[in-house]
């Protein structure tokens, strides 16, 4: 339930000692009219008190109980004279005006209020016979005009009061739903964050184990084939196999503690990213038996290549290496032939992997250079601001990929 406002409650407390003072009066003469206004100031003040509580219902009853105020002012045998209390008209105007559902209710109570004014106890204080008398023919004009002053400023007030009201009303409303929709950004903004990062991820995770598991498989079959007309060899292919696995371990436990304590990890849990790792990659490639040639500038030129490309270049050069050779291991078939080229070119570092197209079946019965792997390249080349495209040629399928070097690098 609306608490009473302490205003009301003030407004009630003056209207209840101003009912005293009419008490006393009636204590005093003991005629029926100071009876009658005695109990209608006590009806004004309790509706003093709940003009805010009941709007209407209050405005109704302190206009009724005004009339017949005016009605026993007028018809008294004695004089009574005028109860303050007769503000209870304004303020019932300023209480529908201000905080009525609608503006109709101010308004017509502001009509009451002003139809009413010839009939206000404050009239019948004029002499009789006042039309014929010039002096107080002006005096209950200006009365009158007082009270339509009155009615008509506290009816203004109110209104330009509910204006601003309602004004402050709007600019919260709007701030709340520019709240909401900043809120809502915000989590699309952290949902799409959380896509990219389990983008990343997966990227990371593809490519760490889709190479490692590339090379065992070779490494296996191969292993496998040989193990009883040359051992030697076979345990070299199971040598490949450990360093292979134990590499694929160490990178994800970098990417793990990425994950878990953020990006600053120990030198030794770093995952291969720079260019100069790509040889002993492509080495060990080279020895499980793939049929793989390089055209890869001198280690000096590679360094000087290297410098020139941030930690996310140097990554994603060597993540498009990696990912390229191994699908074409993958899905090359037995006997791939594999070339791989890097080369700076006009602020770029251009890499082009190709495999030649072989009689053989694809492993797996895959479509060859299909998956997840190219479409993580694709991603990934994209946030460093490269370009990669892949698609079969005239003798078999190439990869090519342009990573941009650091400005005012020139390799």
Known sequence: MRRIPVLDLVLGAVGLLLTGVEFTLLLRYGSWPYVVETLICLGLSAALVLRRRYLVGAAVATFLLLGAMAANVWLAPVGIGVSPLLACAPL?????????PGRR???????????????????????????SDDASRTAVLSMLAVHLLVVAVTYLWALRQREIAELHRRELDELARRNEALHAEAQVRETLAAARERNRIAREVHDIVAHSV????????????????????????????????????????????????????????CPAGSLAGLPAMLGRLRG??????????????LRELDDGLDASGQL?????????????????????????????????????????????PARDGAPAQSGFGLLGLRERVDTVGGTVEHGPTADGFAVTAGIPLRAGVRP
């Open 92 to 100: 019932s105007v300023i209480a529908l005006t201000r905080y009525a």
């Open 214 to 269: 590339a090379l065992i498989q070779v490494e296996a079959a191969t292993g496998l084939a040989i193990a009883e007309t040359e051992p030697e060899h076979a345990r070299h292919s199971l040598e490949t196999i450990k360093k292979a696995s134990r590499e694929s371990l160490t990178e994800i436990r970098y990417l793990v503690g990425v994950l878990r304590d953020g990006p600053e990890q120990p030198a030794e849990l």
């Open 316 to 360: 994603a050069v060597y993540r498009v290496v990696q990912e390229a050779v191994t699908n074409a291991v993958r899905h090359g078939g037995p006997g791939t032939s594999v070339r791989v080229g890097i080369v700076a070119d006009d602020g770029w570092c251009r890499i082009s992997v190709r495999n030649a197209r072989t009689d053989g």
């Open 288 to 301: 499980s038996g793939v049929d793989l040639h390089d055209d890869l500038p001198d280690d000096e030129a």
């Open 105 to 131: 209710w101010g308004l017509a109570a502001a009509a009451v209020a002003a139809l009413g004014s010839p009939l206000s106890p404050a009239i019948h204080l004029a002499p009789r016979g006042w039309l």
